[in-house]
């Protein structure tokens, strides 16, 4: 058994983000940390945006409706970033200062 591949069973239970980390709480009580520059979306939102999260795919994902952003928890656990293209986050950032939502890293 590839001990990287999450068993259909397991699903996320919590999300924690920092200022520097997203920590996902797994049902087998883990809890995986990765740097939350990884994830540009989570890290140029504001502390509201990002605790506004739902589960998706009975809790093998996470959904951020506010910030249009979808993690896998299979791609935490293996400690996979974004795949986001820099053309599509620049334009997620415009957008946002349309909005007058201002950017921490762009």
């Known amino acids: 058994m590839n001990t990287l591949t999450p068993e259909r069973d397991l699903c996320v239970e919590k999300?924690?983000?920092?200022?520097s980390t997203i920590t996902v709480?797994?049902?087998?009580?883990?809890a995986?940390?990765?740097p939350l520059v990884?994830?540009?979306r989570l890290l140029n939102g504001t502390v509201k945006e990002r605790s506004n999260w739902e589960l998706i795919g009975d809790g093998q994902g996470l959904h951020w409706p506010d910030l249009d952003e979808d993690l896998s928890m299979e791609g935490i656990i293996q400690g996979r970033p974004s795949f986001e293209?820099?053309?599509s986050?620049?334009?997620?950032i415009a957008?946002?200062?349309?909005?007058?939502?201002?950017?921490?890293?762009?």
């Open 32 to 34: 995986v940390s990765n």
């Open 95 to 106: 957008e946002r200062r349309k909005r007058g939502l201002a950017a921490k890293f762009a």
């Open 15 to 19: 999300v924690k983000i920092d200022s």
């Open 25 to 30: 709480e797994l049902s087998d009580g883990r």
């Open 38 to 40: 990884w994830y540009p």
């Open 85 to 87: 293209s820099q053309k």
């Open 89 to 92: 986050f620049q334009k997620w």
